[in-house]
């Protein structure tokens, strides 16, 4: 059982400068205002788990996946036009996937019911856009181009309205993928 804890429980090192430089932060949870440790963050290293991170306070604006490794300078290899601002740890989940995908906001227009990755909603259901959804079980990342491209968005279970108000301006999804075990 203790090891099994250890997978769950991510951590990440943050470091002011590229090349993990600077001064760091250590972080095993989700952190909604690095400011208060940082003054910027251009590298850092996930020693566990997953993560995503984000480039405006409380888990808004652009969001990147991390999974374990090294990343000397995200700005670039991401395109990231910021420094990382929030982070969140993605617990592991064990189970089943379920996520309810609507067309328009507030659950409105066509819904699909999806336990696996889709990579072109437009292809497998008939949708040219998703704007809202439900998530009733495990962890899914939301892509705004088909084949897991482009921006994308973090979802846990839970009920996402509109995904307007997440500060990722006017993003359309076209393609979703679970956050699978197997990225640990």
Not at 102 to 125: A, K, T, V
Not at 147 to 166: A, D, K, L, T, V
Request: glycine share 8%; net charge positive; with cysteine.
């Amino acid at each position: 059982a203790a090891s099994e804890g250890m997978n769950t429980c991510g951590q990440i090192v943050f470091y002011e400068d590229r090349n993990f430089q600077g001064r760091s932060y250590e972080c095993s949870s989700d952190c909604a205002d690095m400011s208060s440790y940082l003054s910027r963050c251009h590298s850092c290293k996930v020693e566990r788990g997953c993560f995503m991170v984000y480039d405006r306070i409380n888990f808004m604006g652009n969001q990147f996946f991390l999974r374990r490794g090294e990343y000397s300078d995200y700005m670039s290899m991401m395109g990231m036009n910021d420094c990382i601002r929030s982070c969140r740890m993605i617990p592991m989940h064990r189970g089943s996937y379920r996520m309810r995908i609507y067309e328009r906001e507030n659950f409105g227009g066509q819904m699909s019911e999806l336990m696996n990755d889709c990579d072109n909603i437009m292809d497998r259901h008939r949708m040219s856009n998703c704007m809202s959804c439900q998530v009733m079980d495990g962890h899914w990342l939301m892509y705004e181009q088909p084949h897991f491209r482009g921006r994308m968005m973090y979802m846990r279970p839970g009920e996402y309205r509109s995904f307007m108000n997440m500060g990722m301006g006017s993003m359309r999804v076209m393609s979703m993928r679970r956050i699978m075990d197997s990225y640990y």
